[in-house]
Protein backbone atom coordinates (compact mmCIF):
# COMPACT_ATOMS: atom_id res chain seq x y z
CA UNK A 1 0.00 0.00 0.00
CA UNK A 2 1.23 3.31 -1.15
CA UNK A 3 1.70 5.51 1.99
CA UNK A 4 2.64 9.45 1.85
CA UNK A 5 2.97 11.44 5.23
CA UNK A 6 3.24 15.13 4.55
CA UNK A 7 4.85 16.97 7.32
CA UNK A 8 6.86 20.67 8.10
CA UNK A 9 3.83 23.01 7.94
CA UNK A 10 2.69 25.45 10.40
CA UNK A 11 2.50 28.98 11.34
CA UNK A 12 4.45 31.57 9.73
CA UNK A 13 4.69 35.63 9.34
CA UNK A 14 4.29 36.74 5.83
CA UNK A 15 7.93 36.95 3.77
CA UNK A 16 9.01 33.52 5.97
CA UNK A 17 9.62 30.27 5.27
CA UNK A 18 8.77 26.74 5.73
CA UNK A 19 10.11 23.24 4.45
CA UNK A 20 7.85 20.83 3.82
CA UNK A 21 8.39 16.95 3.59
CA UNK A 22 6.31 14.02 1.97
CA UNK A 23 7.79 10.72 3.07
CA UNK A 24 6.73 7.81 -0.17
CA UNK A 25 6.43 4.34 0.83
CA UNK A 26 4.95 0.55 0.19
CA UNK A 27 5.79 0.83 -3.39
CA UNK A 28 8.23 -0.44 -5.84
CA UNK A 29 7.58 1.83 -9.19
CA UNK A 30 10.73 2.04 -10.54
CA UNK A 31 9.62 5.69 -11.65
CA UNK A 32 7.18 8.18 -10.36
CA UNK A 33 6.26 11.70 -9.83
CA UNK A 34 5.34 13.55 -6.75
CA UNK A 35 3.13 16.74 -6.98
CA UNK A 36 2.72 19.37 -4.28
CA UNK A 37 -0.86 20.53 -4.60
CA UNK A 38 -2.71 23.13 -2.00
CA UNK A 39 -6.16 23.45 -1.02
CA UNK A 40 -7.49 26.78 0.90
CA UNK A 41 -10.97 27.05 2.21
CA UNK A 42 -13.23 27.60 -1.11
CA UNK A 43 -11.16 26.81 -3.17
CA UNK A 44 -9.66 24.38 -5.74
CA UNK A 45 -7.25 22.18 -4.79
CA UNK A 46 -4.22 23.22 -7.41
CA UNK A 47 -1.10 22.55 -8.23
CA UNK A 48 1.87 24.11 -6.80
CA UNK A 49 5.11 21.57 -7.87
CA UNK A 50 6.07 19.00 -9.32
CA UNK A 51 9.15 16.91 -9.77
CA UNK A 52 9.56 13.23 -11.99
CA UNK A 53 11.89 11.15 -9.76
CA UNK A 54 13.98 9.51 -12.86
CA UNK A 55 14.33 12.96 -14.69
CA UNK A 56 14.47 15.33 -12.20
CA UNK A 57 12.20 17.51 -14.43
CA UNK A 58 10.42 20.05 -12.74
CA UNK A 59 6.97 22.40 -12.36
CA UNK A 60 5.72 25.11 -10.65
CA UNK A 61 3.05 27.41 -10.82
CA UNK A 62 3.65 30.53 -11.53
CA UNK A 63 2.29 31.87 -8.11
CA UNK A 64 5.18 30.82 -6.84
CA UNK A 65 7.98 30.42 -9.03
CA UNK A 66 10.84 32.21 -7.55
CA UNK A 67 9.58 31.28 -4.05
CA UNK A 68 9.63 27.32 -3.80
CA UNK A 69 12.21 24.64 -4.73
CA UNK A 70 11.23 21.09 -5.12
CA UNK A 71 13.83 18.64 -4.41
CA UNK A 72 14.24 15.24 -3.57
CA UNK A 73 16.56 12.85 -1.28
CA UNK A 74 15.74 9.07 -3.46
CA UNK A 75 17.40 7.54 -0.81
CA UNK A 76 14.78 8.21 1.58
CA UNK A 77 12.13 8.19 -0.93
CA UNK A 78 11.21 11.94 0.36
CA UNK A 79 10.38 14.98 -1.81
CA UNK A 80 11.03 18.34 -0.19
CA UNK A 81 8.94 22.08 -1.06
CA UNK A 82 10.76 25.16 0.22
CA UNK A 83 9.09 27.67 0.57
CA UNK A 84 10.09 31.30 0.58
CA UNK A 85 8.84 34.60 0.94
CA UNK A 86 5.50 33.26 2.14
CA UNK A 87 2.23 35.29 1.95
CA UNK A 88 -1.25 35.10 3.03
CA UNK A 89 -2.04 34.30 -0.24
CA UNK A 90 0.14 30.98 -0.15
CA UNK A 91 -1.99 29.43 3.12
CA UNK A 92 -3.71 26.06 2.59
CA UNK A 93 -4.00 22.84 3.30
CA UNK A 94 -0.40 21.65 1.32
CA UNK A 95 -1.08 17.61 0.10
CA UNK A 96 1.84 15.98 -1.61
CA UNK A 97 0.50 13.31 -4.31
CA UNK A 98 2.08 10.27 -6.30
CA UNK A 99 1.50 8.93 -9.73
CA UNK A 100 3.39 6.21 -11.33
CA UNK A 101 2.64 7.20 -14.70
CA UNK A 102 3.96 10.13 -17.43
CA UNK A 103 2.51 13.55 -16.10
CA UNK A 104 0.53 15.35 -18.83
CA UNK A 105 -1.35 18.58 -17.29
CA UNK A 106 -0.68 18.10 -13.42
CA UNK A 107 -4.44 18.05 -13.06
CA UNK A 108 -4.69 16.43 -9.61
CA UNK A 109 -7.07 14.04 -11.33
CA UNK A 110 -3.56 12.47 -12.89
CA UNK A 111 -2.26 11.56 -9.11
CA UNK A 112 -3.57 8.24 -7.69
CA UNK A 113 -2.46 8.37 -4.34
CA UNK A 114 -2.23 11.26 -2.00
CA UNK A 115 -1.35 11.93 1.73
CA UNK A 116 -3.50 13.73 4.30
CA UNK A 117 -1.80 17.05 4.23
CA UNK A 118 -0.13 19.61 5.87
CA UNK A 119 -1.35 22.95 7.09
CA UNK A 120 0.32 25.94 6.16
CA UNK A 121 -0.73 29.49 7.78
CA UNK A 122 0.74 32.93 6.97
CA UNK A 123 0.20 35.79 9.06
CA UNK A 124 0.35 39.16 7.71
Known amino acids: EVLLVESGGGLVQAGGSLRLSCAAS????????IGWFRQAPGKEREVVSC????????YYADSVTGRFNISSDNAKNTVYLQMNSLNPEDAAVYYC?????????????????WGHGTQVTVSS
Open 51 to 58: LVISSGRT
Open 26 to 33: GFTFDDYA
Open 97 to 113: ALTPFSIETMDPGEFGY
